[in-house]
């Protein structure tokens, strides 16, 4: 059973320093931590003794010594806190469990609708949640953090998503407040679901690539940009809003956002099934789509791949403005396969700046659908990191009001 933690008697960021020296996984003496730090070796082990105590570090050997007793190392002990990722889609909600290092304890995914609205969604998660923590056997007050993604534009200074097309309902929601209620004294962040699988597939995936466009393929479309190895959200967060940019050459299709020939309209999952049940094959969903190419429908695959020069057409311009090392396509059109990579390479590379094109790389997502989930698990450490009293304090201790994710 594991103890629900006490606050600490030394105060948070003394003791952040040293875990933020800590995070990187080596193990390291009381010794090396001071000349590190430029502390003195007593006030160190104060520190050391702390963490000690509240679970943080934990022993993990002795040093090799040059004569006289081994000096003891200590590293971070990541599972003694953990961080949860909140990944909501049109049609799903996948929730996961994670140490302070991004391993996944615990995971969850079902059919949810996000248009059912905010009260049944979010009392839907916090109760997911909660039964995921307690089946590992551990108190809420554990959880240093929960990390939201929503699927629509979300202002980065309040976390409330603002006119989200395929969410009605929630315009305006203090989706922060309405967790913190449900869940008690656990710090929230909320972000637009691509920017969160942006920073996912870099965390998890992709950590040496400092600059990545992801875009996300499903029922809507999306994008999130990491810009030197950091999200890029600009002034109000609605940075990388690709499925509302006009398709060159489209037809006027009028957009769920009210404006005709967006990309979401022309290539979204939805809109390539309805195209097919048009052609007369029957496709509800993205998921349907999916199937289709799958077992080998070859107007479903060509659909696809139309779908993907929309996207490229799009893309094209975003290379040449952004110069990403690589562009990654998730979502779930792409479980497509190649058709839709094909369709998206074919016109990036014709139509975007040779020296953007020159290293580029275009692929799928190597984080897959865990991408939003392990984001949002990932934001919600890295927040604890930089506010140590999330680490180091009780539940019982009021915990920072965090509306957007910091990455």
């Given at each position: 059973m594991w103890l629900t933690r006490r606050m600490s008697t030394v105060p948070a960021p003394e003791l952040g320093a040293v875990l933020h020296l800590l995070r990187d996984g080596r193990s390291r003496t009381r010794a090396e931590l001071a000349r590190t730090t430029g502390l003195s070796r007593s006030t160190m082990s104060t520190r050391i003794d702390e963490l000690l105590r509240l679970g943080l570090v934990a022993p993990v050997g002795d040093a090799g010594s040059t004569g006289g007793r081994p000096a003891a190392t200590f590293a971070l002990a990541p599972a003694s806190r953990l961080a949860v990722g909140v990944d909501l889609g049109a049609t799903h909600a996948r929730i996961a469990v994670t140490d302070l290092t991004g391993h996944e304890l615990a995971g969850h995914l079902e059919q949810l609708r996000i248009a059912d609205g905010p009260d049944i969604v979010l009392d839907r998660v916090a109760t997911v949640l909660a039964e995921l923590v307690t089946g590992l056997d551990r108190p809420l007050g554990d959880v240093v953090g929960v990390g939201v993604g929503l699927p629509g534009p979300v202002d980065h200074m309040t976390g409330r998503p603002t006119k989200p097309p395929i969410m009605p309902g929630w315009d305006g929601t203090d989706v922060v407040g309405a967790l913190r209620q449900r869940l008690g004294n656990i710090a929230?962040?909320?972000?637009?679901?691509?920017?969160?699988?942006?920073?996912?597939?870099?965390?998890?995936?992709?950590?040496?690539v400092?600059?990545?466009?992801?875009?996300?393929?499903?029922?809507?479309?999306?994008?999130?940009?990491?810009?030197?190895?950091?999200?890029h959200r600009g002034a109000q967060g609605s940075a990388g809003d690709l499925g509302h940019i006009a398709v060159p050459g489209a037809e006027p299709v009028r957009c769920a956002c009210g404006n005709t020939g967006c990309l979401e309209a022309i290539a979204g999952g939805g809109a390539v099934a309805a195209r097919l049940t048009e052609q007369g094959v029957p496709a509800r969903t993205t998921s349907d789509v999916v199937d289709l190419v799958r077992h080998g429908d070859l107007r479903a695959a060509a659909a696809v791949r139309d779908a993907g020069r929309s996207i490229g057409a799009v893309l094209a311009s975003c290379v040449s403005l952004l110069n990403p090392s690589a562009v990654v396509v998730g979502g779930s059109m792409s479980r497509a396969g190649e058709h839709l990579i094909a369709g998206i390479r074919e016109v990036v590379y014709s139509r975007s700046l040779p020296l953007a094109t020159q290293h580029l790389r275009v692929a799928t997502s190597i984080a897959g659908a865990r991408a939003g989930v392990l984001?949002?698990?990932?934001?919600?450490?890295?927040?604890?990191?930089?506010?140590?009293?999330?680490?180091?304090?009780?539940?019982?201790?009021?915990?920072?009001?965090?509306?957007?994710?910091?990455?």
């Open positions: 929230v962040l909320v972000d637009n679901d691509v920017n969160l699988m942006a920073l996912g597939e870099h965390a998890t995936a992709l950590p040496d400092e600059h990545l466009l992801y875009v996300k393929v499903a029922t809507g479309i999306g994008s999130g940009i990491i810009a030197d190895g950091r999200i984001g949002g698990a990932h934001a919600a450490a890295e927040h604890a990191f930089a506010h140590p009293a999330l680490l180091t304090r009780d539940a019982a201790v009021s915990a920072p009001e965090s509306a957007a994710a910091t990455a």
